[in-house]
Nanobody, 130 residues
Framework: QLQLVESGGGLVQPGGSLRLSCAVS????????IGWFRQAPGKEREGVSC????????NYVNSVKGRFTISRDNAKKTVDLQMNSLTPEDTAVYYC???????????????????????WGKGTLVTVSS
């Protein structure tokens, strides 16, 4: 069964850190780019970060650059998002998604978040509040 399952969300104070994890099963992870998206209440879904199948290319939305780090372990079939210096504006449901398109597109090119994702997780809630 094809699955992406997010974990690691929770309540954290401003300035704190969380590490989200996306566990993959049912498909060959190293053929897919993995993206993290988030959706805050009343806002559109936003592409946050992407990592290419090999892990050699990453992409971040400007608002998280220098604070978030995406990584992957294809052997363990996990993709992590380390989030530091969190602010209330980071509060959202975070989703991981997998996609495999052309060789170029799958390298997390600019605009990767516009591609149709092949698989989605159900999300994990991150709340940043004092």
């Amino acid at each position: 069964q094809l699955q992406l399952v997010e974990s690691g969300g929770g309540l954290v104070q401003p300035g704190g850190s969380l590490r989200l994890s996306c566990a993959v099963s049912g498909f060959t992870l190293d053929l897919y780019a993995i993206g993290w998206f988030r959706q805050a209440p009343g806002k559109e879904r936003e592409g946050v970060s992407c990592i290419s199948p090999s892990g050699g290319t990453t992409n971040y939305v400007n608002s998280v650059k220098g604070r978030f780090t995406i990584s992957r372990d294809n052997a363990k079939k996990t993709v992590d998002l380390q989030m530091n210096s969190l602010t209330p504006e980071d509060t959202a449901v975070y989703y991981c998604a997998a996609y495999s398109k052309t060789a170029v597109q799958t390298e997390c090119v600019a605009g990767w978040y516009y591609f149709d994702m092949d698989y989605w997780g159900k999300g994990t809630l991150v709340t940043v509040s004092s």
